[in-house]
């Protein structure tokens, strides 16, 4: 049984790629802060290597950047920065020093180094760029996910938008507003929102895993480009609610400080084109039946 590897694999989208990957027969390690069952630490990893057997490794690592909890501090912008950044490195250390190298290393970034842009829909064929916090972060994490040609690793980045689930993230965060009808736009709406639904994310890393042609950068967002608007409006549609309450664009600033808010007050234009090409299918291309899934209250 091929084991395969998950930095970060205890979070949200880690726990449904774990389940995704033991139901379809493989077995998972996990490297966490915290050891556990079948989880290895980045000590661990650091000092010992990859564990035996493994085909592939998945990066999922990353402090919450929009915790309202932490405020953005120099502290705090450092451990986003580091854990996302050191951990690849320790990762890439690994597979290199490996003497039985993985098939494939998948690692998961943001889309921020696609500078919003209100004419242009970014493939990815375009030049990713540094202009802000997030765009460098985005940047310097691919570069310290790329590992030596001679290694003969098979490396895939996906680059992944919002991503819509249950179980975390955005949808944790609005569904309690929204269901009592404070749910609105935020800032004006009209920022793009690139966005994916979770059981498509988790597909497309399991594909990458399994198909020995996809390689590279891969933009992990949905067809459809919508913006904030027409997610507010599927999302209380879904759940039979108004979305009447805007969410002021100097509120957010106020919560998160601006150079995290762009998060939410910002956002590119972003086509799956490559993704579209190595033939991946999608289950939720469009928004309205992806806001359904993740707005079915009796799963809650
Ligand atoms: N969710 C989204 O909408 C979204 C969108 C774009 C990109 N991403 C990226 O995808 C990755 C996974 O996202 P997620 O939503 O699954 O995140 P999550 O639920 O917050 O889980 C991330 C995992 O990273 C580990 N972690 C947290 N802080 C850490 C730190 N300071 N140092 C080392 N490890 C740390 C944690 O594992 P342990 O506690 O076990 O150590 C945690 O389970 C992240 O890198 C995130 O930036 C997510």
């Known amino acids: 049984m091929k084991n395969i590897l998950i930095g970060g694999g205890t979070g949200f989208i880690g726990t449904r790629l774990s389940n995704l990957l033991l139901g379809s027969g493989y077995r998972v390690t996990i490297v966490s802060r915290m050891p556990g069952l079948n989880h290895i630490t980045w000590t661990d990893l650091d000092r010992n290597g990859l564990p035996n057997d ?81 765009s460098k ?80 950068v891969l933009n992990g967002v949905a067809p459809q480009i919508i913006n904030n608007l027409d997610f507010t409006k599927s999302f209380g549609k879904a759940l039979w609610r108004p979305t009447l309450i805007p969410l002021p664009e100097f509120v957010v600033n106020k919560m998160f400080t601006e150079e995290r808010a762009v998060l939410l007050t910002s956002g590119a234009k972003i086509k799956p084109k490559r993704t579209v090409e190595t033939g991946f299918e999608y289950e939720f291309p469009e928004i309205y039946p992806a806001c359904k899934d993740v707005g079915s209250l009796f799963m809650y």
């Open 54 to 134: 493994t085909s592939a490794v998945v990066n999922l690592a990353g402090q919450n950047v929009l915790d309202p909890t932490r405020s953005w501090s120099a502290g705090f912008k450092q451990n986003v920065w580091n854990s996302r950044i050191n951990t690849t490195s320790s990762i890439v250390r690994a597979i290199q020093s490996a003497k039985e190298k993985p098939e494939v290393f998948v690692n998961i970034s943001g889309v921020s180094n696609y500078k919003p842009n209100e004419k242009k829909i970014y493939t990815e064929d375009d030049a990713s760029e540094d202009y802000d916090f997030m």
């Open 137 to 216: 972060l985005c940047n310097e994490w691919e570069k310290a996910a790329t590992i030596d040609k001679e290694a003969g690793v098979r490396t895939v980045k996906i680059r992944t938008g919002v991503v819509l689930g249950r179980e975390g993230g955005m949808i944790r965060s609005l569904i309690i507003p929204f269901w009592f009808g404070f749910g609105g736009p935020v800032a004006s709406g009209l920022q793009p929102l690139p966005w994916i639904h979770i059981t498509d994310l988790c597909n497309l890393i399991k594909y990458s895993i399994e198909n020995k042609k996809v390689e590279g």
